[in-house]
């Protein structure tokens, strides 16, 4: 029971199809898997286009941006081996409630996960433009853990706009999350690939208001 309006939705969504996998530029407020309050999700929108669809990463229900599905099983362990060996090369836009104390760094921090273990995290970031308590920040994550950016962020004393899981006390707390997976690089077979995504109507509105620059 997937409306139409969905699955033309996910066809305009497709920024760069082969007969291996596809990129897609996931709009917020669809989960990427299903789940208890989930009516349907990009797993079971790709499902009714071909079952040999695979997702091979993940993004937050919120979280707005890029999106690899490979269309076979052999992609679907090519992107898999290329995600566990980090070399998938990603940059994320965020645009956060407060400033971090340096302009770029490095982070290592210690996350806790569902099942309450600690997970090491490794993240980049450099802030692009500041202005009157809010920051447009490029997030490079060295590991891929559940809300690592948005942990991360909240750490630094800056957590992302929207967030109603980190930055709870925002003025901000009508926003979509304002967190965007922007850049993808990586190489398959010596063929180098790099997408970039739109960045969504609520994101661009957000920046021209608050006179941040990108």
Known sequence: NIPDSALTQFKKSILFENKDFLVINKWPLIATQGGSKINFSIDDLIKTISLDYRLVHRLDKD?????????????AKIFGSLFKSRLINKTYLAICDGVPKLKESNVDLDIRNKFNKIEKTKTFYKVLHKINGLSLILFKPMTGK???????????SCPIVGDDKYNKQSIYHNEILKLNAHILKFSINGKDYSFYSELPIHFKNFLKKNKLKY
């Open 146 to 156: 559940t809300h690592q950016l948005r942990i991360v962020s909240k750490n630094l």
């Open 63 to 75: 979280t707005s941006g890029l999106l690899i599905i490979s269309k076979n099983s052999n992609f």
